[in-house]
T-cell receptor, first 110, second 113 residues
Framework: KNEVEQSPQNLTAQEGEFITINCSYS?????LHWLQQHPGGGIVSLFM???GKKKHGRLIATINIQEKHSSLHITASHPRDSAVYIC????????????FGEGTQLTVNP | KAGVTQTPRYLIKTRGQQVTLSCSPI?????VSWYQQTPGQGLQFLFE???????NKGNFPGRFSGRQFSNSRSEMNVSTLELGDSALYLC????????????FGPGTRLTVT
């Protein structure tokens, strides 16, 4: 079993829909990254959080350390949001090494 | 402020050869981490350097090595290339060593034939 699990693996939505991507982890962490990867490979860090909630534009990330769960929400989705979204964690036992989920492929249709 | 840069962006090598990839971090960032991304294994941590010292290493064979220079620029080297080394190699930099937000470069796509 992977230490970091994401769901769903694939998600197709219509423009304007509210989207949620989930990330669960099985061991203690100190912080969690949500990353976005577009075709071509470049990765952008959307959020790093260790508690509570962060918001940036139409993106919202939440984390519940006790329940070992984080969610990434996209409001009013747009075709340009189509990308792979990756959850990555700093495990308490692994120092500064990131451990990654498998990613969620999001496609937003116009 | 310029972002993380990686050179070259694309590379084709033959089995048995060696390759060196370069990463220049964001100015002021002292930590550089390297990752390998393949369709089968996803993103995997290779190693992390801070102030010219390797501070963390992933589960990769000794053919994979790296170093960091006094200006924080980093290189990774893969010797005796295998077909399975074909991947996107990403580096990321951060201000401090420990659990800081990481900023990723565009990656080097290596194809081994």
């Amino acid at each position: 079993k992977n230490e970091v699990e994401q769901s769903p693996q694939n998600l197709t939505a219509q423009e304007g829909e509210f989207i949620t991507i989930n990330c669960s982890y099985s061991v203690g962490i100190s912080a969690l990254h949500w990353l976005q990867q577009h075709p071509g490979g470049g990765i952008v860090s959307l959020f790093m959080l260790s508690s509570g909630k962060k918001k940036h534009g139409r993106l919202i990330a939440t984390i519940n350390i006790q329940e070992k769960h984080s969610s990434l929400h996209i409001t009013a989705s747009h075709p340009r949001d189509s990308a792979v979204y990756i959850c990555a964690v700093y495990l308490l036992t692994s120092g500064s090494r990131l451990t990654f989920g498998e990613g969620t492929q999001l496609t937003v249709n116009p | 402020k310029a972002g993380v840069t990686q050179t070259p962006r694309y590379l084709i090598k033959t089995r048995g050869q060696q390759v060196t990839l370069s990463c220049s971090p964001i100015s002021g960032h002292r930590s550089v981490s390297w990752y390998q991304q393949t369709p089968g294994q996803g993103l995997q941590f290779l190693f992390e350097y801070f102030s010219e010292t390797q501070r963390n290493k992933g589960n990769f064979p000794g053919r994979f090595s790296g170093r960091q220079f006094s200006n924080s620029r980093s290189e990774m080297n893969v010797s005796t290339l295998e077909l399975g080394d074909s991947a996107l190699y990403l580096c990321a930099s951060s201000l401090a060593q420990d659990r800081d937000e990481q900023y990723f470069g565009p990656g080097t796509r290596l194809t081994v034939t």
